[in-house]
C-alpha cells in the first residue's frame, strides 16, 4: 500500500499482507488502522498475481469495494488499485472499477 498525504506525495510504502499461491487474508480493519496512525488521506493498493496474469479478479472487484468503503468512513480516499502481472499492470481507476 502506499500511504499519501492531502496533496498525494507518499508518505510511506508499506507490504501489509502476504499470501500465498492462491489467496491471501486482508483485513479492513487493519488498513483503516495504519491509514490513521500514518495520517493518509489517501491511498494505492497494489498486489501481484502469481499467474503472472494481471487481469484483476471478482474477488479482487469486490475487495476493492470493501476497502474503498470502509476508507471512505474515516475520510481516506483510494486512488487507485494496481494489479501486477509478469508484463503488465492493470489499474482500477483507469477501467473505471473506483
Not at 29 to 57: F, G
Amino acid at each position: 500500500m502506499l500511504f499519501l498525504d492531502a496533496q498525494h506525495h507518499l508518505i510511506r510504502l508499506e507490504e501489509m499482507f502476504r499470501g500465498t499461491l492462491t489467496q491471501t487474508s486482508v483485513y479492513p480493519r487493519e488498513v483503516v488502522k495504519r491509514s490513521l496512525e500514518l495520517h493518509a488521506s489517501a491511498v494505492i493498493l497494489a498486489h501481484n498475481h502469481p499467474s503472472n496474469v494481471a487481469e484483476p479478479s471478482r474477488a479482487d472487484e469486490a475487495l476493492t469495494q470493501t476497502l474503498a468503503n470502509a476508507l471512505r468512513l474515516v475520510d481516506v480516499r483510494v486512488l487507485d488499485h494496481l494489479v501486477v502481472g509478469k508484463t503488465e499492470v492493470v489499474s482500477f481507476a483507469e477501467r473505471g472499477l473506483l
